[in-house]
């Protein structure tokens, strides 16, 4: 029998039926191939009409070609009716059908702009296999950015290890981890594969579950925190990428910060590609111009 | 002769009639340095060391350490214990040379070398010999700065990539060979047509750099790298031997007036103007400060270093080495860093 994969986060598709896209101005795309999710985000004259989220696999042009099939699914539109397409991510180079590559750091920028509104001057992403703290002005342009180096604890990655280490749908993790009677001190916050050693060895000292969970949220917090304070936390402040789901981390990053991050109007997992196709929009109009 | 440092006075070897060699490393990983050298000494030095333990140097008659770092330093005491090299000599170029004792406490120290050097090549150096290696260390170095001219102007002339060849290849080629060849490029510079953009125009800075790859990967996303501070480029060519009746001591005084290596920039830092001095000269519109991971000195350096670039208005990124490079996560910090000179068309 398959083991259970409780890292499995939700992977979906959507889009605006009330939005007729058919003899519309400007239809632009972005595609944000990740280390571990992939997105595609379609807007129609700048407005928000489809998205799909899903996982990256071994192969990134089959990966940004799947995310932009399930984006575009039931809309009756195809690649060709898109204007201009933008990619982004890891995988940025390897979408096949774009039209220009832009980095992730530039697309969470803009995208986190968008979604939560152009007073955002940080914006933390907290992507599948790294973390970047980006400083932006009001269009959403970056003027400083910092990234993990060398490392992967306190990013998605790690806390999927974690939500299969512990049998525990990843999802619930968020909520889960504040069912504690006391905050537990944050287990290792340098490397995933300690932290997993030494919550292996809290679960067989007896620690609840919940308690190890909130160990590792907190430990994932304190890792991005240090990150953020090596570049400075200017309001206001948001949180893209998966770990922006996730309520456990979300809380305590704030609770450390001192500081209450935007709340999103959106998936924040979007955000790079839903920045990718801004740039798009621009890009089609420079180039109509 | 292999040089551990870019303070060793080639002039003095090359009187004697013997070729330096600045001993680099390979950015291969390897296994063969643990057990000599500490785990928080820079990838530098344990790449350097590697390259004797694995007998790549095996040509070298000799070893000089000029005092920089401890960390170079403990690799040269471990080559001198545990690879065959038949002559060593460490010289103990000073730190503090912001003090006027400083030039002559390192003639003596030349002269020391200079009967080293006396020694191994078995034969007494004279003014002639110390003229001949003056002259030639400064026809190389006024060369290179002929060629660091053709980086100056909207077009730059050459790649950083092309320049670091060129500095690095002068560390181990004979002077004189090297100085024809550069005589050859110069004549051909002027009319050289460039079939690429220039883009943004970046000064590199920080540790000991030869990563060949790493500025390739710079070139290739939008930029050129118009100028330097390493020690593979401009500080260890910038400023040549002003020539005295006392050789040595002309020798001496060019190195402790040479643009310093962090280690020696102190209480003062008298690189900082310099650096800006170079960013006004070759127009440079952003700076790279890289940094090999547990190098302290230039650790020291690049909080205020990168605080001088912003109150210049010139934007930097920092990124930390290894022996072996990240070549694709460097990549996304170094097309997020030029996007922000360049982004204005995306919004």
């Known amino acids: 029998m398959a083991e259970k994969e409780f890292w499995r986060w939700k992977e979906y598709n959507w889009h605006d039926e009330n939005i007729d896209w058919h003899g519309c101005d400007a239809i632009t795309a972005g595609v944000d191939v990740g280390s571990v999710s992939s997105q595609a985000v379609i807007l129609v004259d700048g407005k928000l009409y489809a998205f799909a989220t899903t996982r990256t696999g071994s192969d990134s042009p089959k990966s940004a070609q799947k995310a932009m099939d399930w984006a575009l699914e039931d809309t009756g539109m195809t690649l060709d009716d898109i204007h201009y397409k933008v990619g982004t991510g890891y995988g940025r180079v390897n979408v096949p059908f774009a039209d220009r590559a832009i980095t992730e750091i530039a697309c969470h920028a803009r995208g986190g702009n968008f979604m939560y509104g152009n007073s955002v001057r940080t914006i933390l992403d907290m992507g599948g296999q790294d973390c970047k703290a980006i400083h932006c002005d009001e269009r959403g342009k970056v003027t400083n950015f910092l990234m993990n180096d060398k490392c992967a604890a306190g990013t998605g990655r790690g806390m999927e290890v974690f939500a299969n280490l512990l049998s525990v749908p990843i999802e619930d993790i968020g909520e889960l981890s504040f069912q504690v009677e006391k905050e537990p001190e944050p287990v290792s916050s340098t490397c995933v594969v300690f932290a997993k050693t030494e919550a292996s060895a809290l679960l067989r000292k007896g620690w609840p579950k919940n308690k190890v969970i909130a160990a590792y949220c907190n430990a994932m917090a304190h890792r991005v925190v240090t990150l953020l304070e090596r570049i400075g936390v200017e309001k206001d402040f948001a949180i893209t990428g998966g770990i922006g789901k996730n309520i456990g981390v979300v809380r305590r990053i704030e609770k450390e910060l001192g500081i209450t991050a935007l709340k999103a109007d959106g998936d924040t997992q979007t955000a790079g590609a839903l920045g990718a196709a801004l740039f798009g929009k621009a890009l089609l109009e420079k180039s109509r111009k | ?347």
Not at chain 2, 204 to 215: P, R
Request: net charge negative; hydrophobic share 35%.
């Open chain 2, 1 to 347: 002769m292999g040089c551990f440092c870019s303070y060793v006075p080639e002039e003095i070897l090359v009187a004697g009639n013997i070729l330096p060699v600045r001993v680099l490393g390979s950015h291969e990983p390897q296994n063969v340095t643990e057990p000599y050298l500490f785990g928080m000494y820079c990838p530098f030095c344990r790449d350097v060391l590697a390259q004797g333990l694995k007998g790549r140097y095996d040509y070298l008659d000799g070893i000089t350490l000029s005092q920089s770092c401890l960390h170079i330093r403990q690799s040269f005491i471990a080559w001198r214990e545990h690879v065959e090299v038949p002559f060593n000599y460490y010289i103990y170029m000073p730190n503090k040379v912001q003090t006027k004792a400083a030039t002559p406490y390192l003639k003596t120290e030349f002269e020391k070398y200079k009967a080293h050097v006396e020694e191994v090549v078995g034969k007494e150096l004279t003014d002639d010999d110390l003229d001949r290696g003056i002259a030639a260390l400064n026809r190389n170095r006024e060369l290179m700065h002929k060629v660091y001219e053709y980086r100056k102007g909207d077009t730059p002339m050459l790649t950083g990539l092309e320049a670091m060849y060129m500095t690095v290849s002068g560390m181990w080629v004979d002077k004189d060979e090297h100085s024809a060849e550069m005589e050859k490029v110069l004549e051909q510079l002027p009319d050289r047509q460039m079939i690429r953009d220039t883009g943004t125009r970046l000064l590199v800075v920080g540790s000991e750099n030869d990563d060949t790859a790493f500025i390739d990967m710079v070139e290739s996303v939008g930029a050129t790298v118009v100028v330097d501070d390493h020690c593979t480029g401009t500080r260890w060519f910038w400023n040549s031997v002003e020539t005295g009746d006392d050789r040595i001591n002309s020798i001496a005084d060019r190195y402790i007036k040479r643009p310093p290596c962090p280690t020696k920039d102190w209480e003062e830092r008298w690189r900082f103007p310099h650096i800006l001095q170079l960013c006004k000269d070759f127009n440079v519109e952003g700076a790279i400060v890289i940094q090999q991971k547990f190098c302290d000195p230039h650790e020291c350096d690049i909080m205020p270093l990168r605080k001088t670039f912003d109150e210049a208005n010139i934007p930097s990124l920092f990124l930390e080495f290894d022996v072996t490079v990240p070549i694709g996560q460097f990549k996304v910090r170094v097309e997020a860093f030029l996007e922000m000179f360049g982004v204005d068309d995306l919004f």
